[in-house]
């Protein structure tokens, strides 16, 4: 039987959007980093007072990163 934290983090990775904070702990990000990032990627969708960022737009704008 898996532990709490570990059906967590696995139901999080299978989760297209994040909020900011889950995101920056899943990228191992600093929140504001984390946050800058998204919005460059045009990842970040509002939805009255929710934000969240959609995961594959962040993933594809990391990847431009790559040398």
Do not use: H, Q, W
């Amino acid at each position: 039987m898996t532990a709490p934290r570990e059906r967590l983090e696995k139901n999080l990775m299978n989760r297209r959007f994040v909020r900011y904070k889950e995101g920056a702990d899943m990228y191992s990000l600093g929140l504001s980093k984390f946050t800058t990032m998204a919005r460059e990627a045009r990842a970040v969708i509002k939805c009255d007072k929710v934000v969240l960022v959609d995961r594959i737009a962040f993933e594809e704008y990391l990847e431009s990163f790559r040398e």
